[in-house]
């Protein structure tokens, strides 16, 4: 089956906006958990997770929408410049979509690590330098910081990426 002839079935009619509203909340509940409890070394970014996935399972409208909606309520619970987030996750989401059609949409392993990691790695860098450009501060990057967050976001991605497409598959295919 050639990429194109996959990329037909790519888009999950069941992708609804309940199962949606549950992934936003789970994304609150998990950054609010983690900017509480956690060292900030262990720095997953899990509304990227989430809309990268939504991103990757439905079109484009749908990942851009969903990136803006994650990423204003990222903002606000992380108390940042409200917006950065929202932009830059509404690209992701349009840019998962965009990239699921012209990839391989049965992406597994170490290959939706890297792209995760890597999206998650220009993420974190985008961010951290419109904060110190828009509040005119200066310092020197955290490169060890945002690449270890990377890491750790591909690899929970992956995880997550996982257990999304095993809950939404059918019972017949749960089963394997």
Known sequence: MSNLESNKNLHNPYLRIPFLG???????????????????????????????????????????????????VQDFMLAVLLGINGVIKTVIGYLASYLSTILNPD????????????????????????????????????????????ILTGIAGDLIFRLLNRLQASPKEFAR
């Open 22 to 72: 549950i992934l936003l909340l789970l994304s609150i509940l998990l950054d609010f958990i983690q900017t509480r409890f956690l060292p900030i070394y262990l720095n997953l970014d899990w509304t990227l997770i989430f809309v990268f996935y939504i991103g990757w399972s439905t079109t484009p409208i749908r990942g851009a929408v969903s990136g803006t909606i994650f990423g204003i």
């Open 107 to 150: 992406l597994e392993g170490l290959m939706r690590f890297i792209l995760i990691a890597g999206i998650s790695f220009l993420n974190n860098l985008v961010l951290y330098e419109s904060q110190h450009l828009l509040t005119n501060s200066s310092g020197e990057i955290p490169l060890l910081m945002l690449l270890s967050g990377s």
